[in-house]
DNA sequence: CAAAATACGTAACATACGATACAGCGCTCC
DNA sequence: GGAGCGCTGTATCGTATGTTACGTATTTTG
């Protein structure tokens, strides 16, 4: 079975002529990379005529010089998307329990921390900590526990956050109370809900700053949003994941209340105090 | 020093406008991929227009659309000669800006799945997807979000799941429910909840089956749990995390999911469709 | 609240890119 | 050694792509 184009090369280059052996050679020399670029380059690279790259790669069996670079891009994009750990890698030291589903887990935490930096974090976190106004919460189906869970911790150290609960229209009836000076935090991952896509739009229109935490395919809530966390899902499992995002969560939680020091630790106390 | 587009694009996206910045998080989310398409497509999948892109690139420091994609083939181009550095590069090891809690959270769910046996996530499996009974969830103040994610997708493969909510005296009238064949999945960590004692209490004596969700310190429940699950919290946060938990959460799940297989498929098909 | 500044999209433009037709050259096989 | 075939490069064409100018909408500032 032939998976990649390198493979797909290696087969047929026994049966090609000199001039389009030459620009096999010379793409499998530094592959992909001289296939992304343009049929002048290759053609140059290679030695050859740029009609002698388009008959190579009709030769592939593509019908024209894109379609191959989009088939090149797929492959590498392919890659990238699972970090070295399965080319090569012991399944960790410790005698690895072997959890497939851990593996991918603490990957995609990676992942996300790595396209996530620390600025970012930063911004968003003063954002919710600056509190000019109210903090909304919501997430989608599966989602919504961890909108719970960052309101369950953000309503301790500050006033005025409100996760929004029930249904669809219980919080389009609290978008009356929502302004420019308020923050809504929204999860939705595939399969995106028109519910809260719908919603977003309303609070995005009433200049209500939206920080969404999505699946790195985005949400179509990324439209409205001021801030976009893409966090990696893919698991082996019948189930995508939400752990990523939820670290990401637990993150901004750490870094609101570090924000809000000292004022959030008397507060905490106060409340220890109330019980 | 900046040394790669993704970290120009974070050093920047502050100041930038919010299409731009849209563009700005659409690279990030699909890291590089989108960049090395035509401006079209990625304008069509930042939602933006062409123009906005090429201010985006332009703001960015590249004269042209073409040497901005170039630099990004660079950049796969070093990546791909050397994977070994891909494995743990994003910044250097110990030096970490890198979050010190993502790294404490890692550890942790290593350090958590190292004291957790397959054995034992595959006989809790078992338990939860043989159904002889129904199914109970409930969590503290932080972890009920936990148990609510949980019973989200455990109701969707199996019935009889039920996720105890509300207050204190709501559950409690469950119990006169709750028999021998159930089992009550319980997340509890420091501090531990009395009321949640009291109710786990109650139900052994009735002869449920509890499945302890809890931190390495075990909450006094674990006297009347049939399984328990030490998962550890600690992170340089203010808070406890239950990252740990939450990934445990998800791996019984799938695991769940699996056992139910091909029964629990036909459940979602069938589901699907009453949507 | 008014006015200025900034940002964004629409539409027209020019360029450069991929595609094609054709002619020259070398190679093979009678 | 000559005729036929196949491979390759040159030159040209059409088009998709990146670029720019301009008008409108939105935000910011006084």
């Given at each position: 079975m032939i998976s990649s184009i390198a493979e797909l090369i290696a087969d047929r280059i026994g049966s090609m002529p000199a001039g389009e052996r030459r620009a096999a050679q010379t793409l499998i020399a530094s592959y992909p990379m001289i296939g992304l670029k343009t049929v002048a380059e290759f053609s140059a690279a290679a030695g050859v005529s740029s009609p002698t790259i388009l008959r190579f790669v009709a030769r592939l069996g593509f019908q024209n010089y894109p379609e191959f670079q989009s088939s090149l891009q797929d492959e590498l994009a392919a890659q990238l998307q699972s970090p070295a750990i399965r080319t090569l890698?012991?399944?960790?030291?410790?005698?690895?329990?072997?959890?497939p589903m851990l593996e991918a887990t603490l990957d995609n935490m990676r992942e996300t921390f790595r396209h996530l930096s620390d600025r970012q974090l930063a911004d968003i976190a003063t954002r919710l900590a600056e509190r000019r106004g109210k903090t909304f919460l919501i997430g989608g189906r599966f989602t919504d526990p961890l909108a719970r869970y960052m309101a369950a911790h953000l309503a301790i150290i500050q006033p005025d956050v409100i996760h929004l609960a029930g249904q669809e229209s219980m919080w389009r009836d609290r978008l009356i109370d929502m302004g420019k000076r308020d923050v809504l935090v929204i999860f939705d991952i595939r399969r995106y809900q028109d519910s809260l896509v719908r919603f977003a739009e309303k609070a995005h229109q009433r200049g209500v700053q939206i920080v969404l935490f999505t699946?790195?395919?985005?949400?179509?809530?990324a439209r409205f949003a001021r801030h976009v966390i893409a966090g990696r899902t893919a698991v082996p499992s019948a189930w995508d994941s939400s752990a990523a995002l939820f670290v990401v969560a637990e993150t901004l939680i750490g870094a609101v209340t570090r924000q809000l020091e000292p004022d959030g630790a008397r507060r905490i106390r106060e409340m220890e105090e109330l019980r």
């Amino acid at each position: 079975m032939i998976s990649s184009i390198a493979e797909l090369i290696a087969d047929r280059i026994g049966s090609m002529p000199a001039g389009e052996r030459r620009a096999a050679q010379t793409l499998i020399a530094s592959y992909p990379m001289i296939g992304l670029k343009t049929v002048a380059e290759f053609s140059a690279a290679a030695g050859v005529s740029s009609p002698t790259i388009l008959r190579f790669v009709a030769r592939l069996g593509f019908q024209n010089y894109p379609e191959f670079q989009s088939s090149l891009q797929d492959e590498l994009a392919a890659q990238l998307q699972s970090p070295a750990i399965r080319t090569l890698n012991p399944p960790s030291p410790g005698g690895g329990t072997a959890s497939p589903m851990l593996e991918a887990t603490l990957d995609n935490m990676r992942e996300t921390f790595r396209h996530l930096s620390d600025r970012q974090l930063a911004d968003i976190a003063t954002r919710l900590a600056e509190r000019r106004g109210k903090t909304f919460l919501i997430g989608g189906r599966f989602t919504d526990p961890l909108a719970r869970y960052m309101a369950a911790h953000l309503a301790i150290i500050q006033p005025d956050v409100i996760h929004l609960a029930g249904q669809e229209s219980m919080w389009r009836d609290r978008l009356i109370d929502m302004g420019k000076r308020d923050v809504l935090v929204i999860f939705d991952i595939r399969r995106y809900q028109d519910s809260l896509v719908r919603f977003a739009e309303k609070a995005h229109q009433r200049g209500v700053q939206i920080v969404l935490f999505t699946d790195q395919w985005l949400s179509p809530i990324a439209r409205f949003a001021r801030h976009v966390i893409a966090g990696r899902t893919a698991v082996p499992s019948a189930w995508d994941s939400s752990a990523a995002l939820f670290v990401v969560a637990e993150t901004l939680i750490g870094a609101v209340t570090r924000q809000l020091e000292p004022d959030g630790a008397r507060r905490i106390r106060e409340m220890e105090e109330l019980r």
